[in-house]
């Protein structure tokens, strides 16, 4: 079984900056991606960025330039690292992993962009 337990999430004002971590455990063999997704009240969860075994990454075009996705593979643990944060940023974000055809999520964490 695999576990993702994510951490870091928290109130940060408009134009602040905060890093989320997500640290993968379990009965992991190959890891194909790790990323983020986000889900705000009322909308439907989006893909915020992710990031390949091989190091390609991939960014939604609202968060392009802001945020950056990073991994340590040694920890098997991804970040997320959130810059000139918005109001629309707030949202819980989801840690996730694809190893072969199956998903992996953790339980979310919220990140909230208020003044």
């Known amino acids: 079984q695999v576990q993702l337990v994510e951490s870091g999430g928290g109130l940060v004002q408009p134009g602040g900056s905060l890093r989320v971590s997500c640290a993968a455990s379990?009965?992991?063999?190959?890891?194909?991606?790790m990323g983020w997704y986000r889900q705000a009240p009322g909308k439907q969860r989006e893909l915020v960025a992710h990031?390949?075994?091989?190091?390609?990454?991939n960014y939604a075009d609202s968060v392009k330039g802001r945020f950056t996705v990073s991994k340590d593979n040694a920890k098997n643990t991804v970040y997320l690292q959130m810059n000139s944060l918005k109001p629309e940023d707030t949202a819980v974000y989801y840690c996730?992993?694809?190893?072969?055809?199956?998903?992996?999520w953790g339980q979310g964490t919220q990140v909230t962009v208020s003044s």
């Open positions: 379990g009965s992991i063999i190959s890891i194909n991606t």
């Open positions: 996730y992993l694809t190893w072969g055809t199956s998903w992996y």
């Open positions: 990031i390949t075994s091989g190091g390609s990454t």
